[in-house]
């Protein structure tokens, strides 16, 4: 067992069973996993009742657990299994590392008879990244900039801390419903479900299918041979975008729906600010908005290796929070100004030869329905809880294939591979256009979200 020190924020602990030599490693290994009975924890979670039920994912139920005697509070997801190599996957790599930004692993239970997986992992009481992004609720402001940037920044930390491991990982399933926040307000990547451990050439990684979620998945990694951690780096980029415009990965509300078509054109374009949330009336420096959103549209490129990756992500978010915390009053006194002409720049600004223009809110393809107008960057998140901001909203949320079909893109990480790989790379193109007709033609529901299609209307999507 190799234990990496954990100093900082970009430090990934990693306990390797394979590569343990405890004469050699003075630290101490990370506390060992639990093992958890099947009915201890139907007991900590009421039976896996109603009353403790927290939300549904493509792969199984969430449950909030209580254990210890009410000591430890934690989240149970429990999960059908058909085997047990679909059980090693995850339990493997959460078991093996832990991060202060990702929802760590406290134990597990395998229960043959019942063909039950059980992970114990940290309870996280403030819901989803998504939620808080998608609130459309008068009584949930609109997540402030300072906080989206700093979960941003949170993410690609932990993101980045999982690829520069001793032993990597890549995620293959960043997006804002697998970001929790904790109960001190920092974001957490969750769900490891499809994450694959070792390097890129290792047999295993080779043989292993693509997936990843409708809107986020990288288009250039339609065979296991294309894995590379950039495929990460792709889905964040979509992730920055939608922290940044507060809009679905795929969203019929915009045209093009889909965030790389309608965002970088508009990057390209210099129009910033056009896709800001237009929900946030306090918007940090036009430099602070253009540096997010240049850093999202190269996450996106085409190209996997003409990509950013995470280390430089990290740097120019830090980069991008220190500038949006510097000087408070300017910043106000000058977004006082863009407020009142209603325009989100008020002035061509030249920087670093980039122009930006001046960009109307409310165009009509960039609007979007809000009666939100006010940021109270005060208002602690845990002052709404994720069920509340459950029932008071419709959240919007882009259709993922898991969402409509019950499972992600692609088969599950342990599948055999039988020289498939053609047929899965089929398989993700006719998801994607079966997943975008659906989500045109019907009205979808998921546990926590109504659908995103209000309008009827039949679009045709470029497959990025
Ligand atoms: N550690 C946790 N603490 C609190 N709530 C959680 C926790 N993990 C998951 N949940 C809740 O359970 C829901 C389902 O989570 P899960 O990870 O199974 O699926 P998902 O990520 O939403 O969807 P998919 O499986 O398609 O990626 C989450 O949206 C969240 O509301």
Redesign the pocket.
């Known amino acids: 067992m190799g234990y990496l020190s954990c100093n900082g924020e970009s430090a990934v602990s990693i306990c390797d069973p394979y590569n343990y030599n405890p004469r050699r490693s003075k630290k101490r290994p990370p506390s060992t996993l639990r093992r958890f009975k099947y009915d201890e924890l139907a007991a900590a979670t009421n039976g896996f009742s109603a009353g403790n039920f927290?939300?549904?994912?493509?792969?199984?139920r969430?449950y909030k657990a209580v254990l210890d005697g009410g000591k430890l509070l934690a989240?149970v997801?429990r999960t059908t299994i058909a085997s047990v190599s679909q059980v090693d996957n995850e339990i493997e790599i959460l078991s093996r590392v832990r991060h202060r930004y990702m929802?760590n692993l406290i134990g597990y239970c395998v229960d043959q008879r019942r063909k039950t997986k059980l992970l114990v992992?940290?309870?996280?009481?403030n819901?989803?990244l998504h939620d808080h992004l998608h609130s459309r609720s008068s009584l949930a402001p609109p997540l402030s900039w300072n906080r989206r940037i700093k979960h941003a920044l949170q993410i690609a930390t932990a993101v980045h801390a999982l690829h520069s491991a001793e032993t990597p990982v890549i995620h293959r399933?960043i997006k804002s419903?697998?970001i929790?926040i904790d109960g001190e307000g920092n974001a957490r990547l969750?769900?490891f479900?499809l994450a694959l451990i070792g390097n890129v050439d290792d047999e295993r990684l080779k043989a292993t299918p693509p997936a990843g979620?409708m809107g986020y998945l990288d288009p250039s990694y339609l065979a296991p041979a294309d894995l590379t951690a950039k495929s990460d780096v792709f889905s964040f980029g979509i992730l920055l975008f939608e922290i940044v415009s507060g809009r679905d990965a795929i969203d019929l509300n915009y045209s093009p729906p889909c965030v790389v078509d309608w965002a970088v054109p508009l990057v390209k374009r210099g129009e910033y600010g056009a896709i800001c949330d237009s929900r946030i009336r306090n918007r940090p420096s036009c430099a602070v908005i253009r540096r997010l959103v240049v850093m999202a549209a190269r996450c996106v490129r085409s190209t996997a290796e003409k990509r950013p990756d995470m280390s430089e992500v990290v740097e120019c978010l830090k980069t991008v929070r220190k500038m949006s915390q510097e000087s408070p009053v300017w910043n106000r006194l000058r977004r006082r100004s863009q407020d009142s002409s209603g325009n989100v720049f008020v002035s061509e600004e030249k920087e670093e030869n980039i122009n930006v223009r001046m960009v109307r809110e409310g165009s009509k393809k960039m609007s979007k329905v809000s009666s939100v107008t006010t940021e109270d960057d005060t208002v602690p998140e845990k002052a709404i809880s994720?069920a509340t901001l459950r029932r008071r909203n419709r959240v919007l949320r882009s259709r993922?294939v898991?969402?409509m079909g019950g499972a992600?893109v692609g088969p599950i990480p342990n599948d055999v591979v039988e020289d498939n790989t053609v047929v899965t790379t089929i398989r993700v193109l006719v998801e994607r256009e079966r997943a975008v007709k659906a989500a045109a033609m019907m009205k979808l529901s998921k546990s926590?979200s109504v659908g995103i299609v209000r309008s009827h209307k039949t679009v045709s999507l470029k497959l990025y």
């Open positions: 927290l939300g549904k994912g493509s792969h199984g969430v989240a997801k929802v992992v940290e309870y996280m009481p819901g989803t399933d419903s697998n929790l969750a769900d479900g979620t994720p993922s898991g969402a992600r926590r």
